[in-house]
């Protein structure tokens, strides 16, 4: 496996898997890697015969009072994991190397930005947005794999694919959960032992809502309502618990029916840490247990 630190190296190590016929494999991460990223690496493997891994802690997603200086970085033991999960390659520039001096291109994003952490975020997807497009750009033709955890970046990221033409498969890869149902993120780190065991309201909420939807209960306020009574519990902050359509992100009103599939999400403070977490109901398992 080999790592990569500059854009002329990505592209001279990409050309010749492509020249032998491989397809090629994109897993976007911000480092600080666990089970969930290896479970992509793994996804893109059974996808691609050439996968390249990208750690970059992109600037431009982090708003000026979020965590970007401490935001867990650990290059070394993520190359180890890396090389245990099989990757061939890996993308690790600098600041310098992804945002050239004078740079001042951004990719706009729509509507798909308005709701759930667009507003509580601004400029985050643009972010999102600009970095991944430039990662498509330098990989050219592949599949692309994105947790499903970050549903919202997902969508995005499919709708910015099709809008550009971009010759990159977007594929969203279930929700890697821990034994006892709290979504790995690298942000877990931050927690306390007493806020992770608060943190577990996140999935029991979404799973009482989830059970009520396959029990046949459509009303989004009180699918809503049975997931943010468990999190308003425990929260320090709620961003926001909400029931969107799954396709377009789309708030339902209050007392509205949600048809047989939509997102519920959720985005809180536990102590410092900001968590977020989500069901497609009708789609997705309850989270357990």
Known sequence: ???????????????????????????????????????????????????????????????????????????????????????????????????????????????????????????HFEGVATIVTKLFALTGPSVAVFGKKDYQQLAILRRIARDLFLPVEVVGHPI????????????????????RKKALALSRGLGAAARAFAAGERRADVLRGLARTEVDAVATSVDYVDVVTADGLVPYAAGAPTGDRALLAIACRIGTTRLIDNVVLGEDPPPSP
């Open 176 to 195: 890697i959960r821990e034994a006892d149902g709290l979504a790995m993120s690298s942000r877990n780190a931050y927690l306390s032992a007493d806020e």
């Open 1 to 123: 496996m080999k790592a990569l630190r500059t854009v002329a190296d990505l592209r001279s190590e990409l050309a010749p898997a492509r020249r032998g016929g491989l397809r090629i494999g994109l897993v976007p991460t911000m480092g600080a890697l666990h089970e969930g990223h290896l479970a992509l690496v793994r996804a893109a493997k059974e996808r691609a015969s050439f996968v390249a891994v990208s750690i970059f802690v992109n600037p431009t997603q982090f708003g000026p009072n979020e965590d970007f200086a401490k935001y867990p970085r650990d290059l070394a033991g993520d190359l180890a994991k890396l090389a245990s999960a099989h990757a061939d390659l890996v993308f690790a520039p600098d600041g310098k190397a992804m945002y050239p001096e004078g740079e001042e291109t951004r990719v706009r994003v729509g509507p798909l930005a308005a709701s759930l952490c667009g507003p509580f975020r601004p400029g």
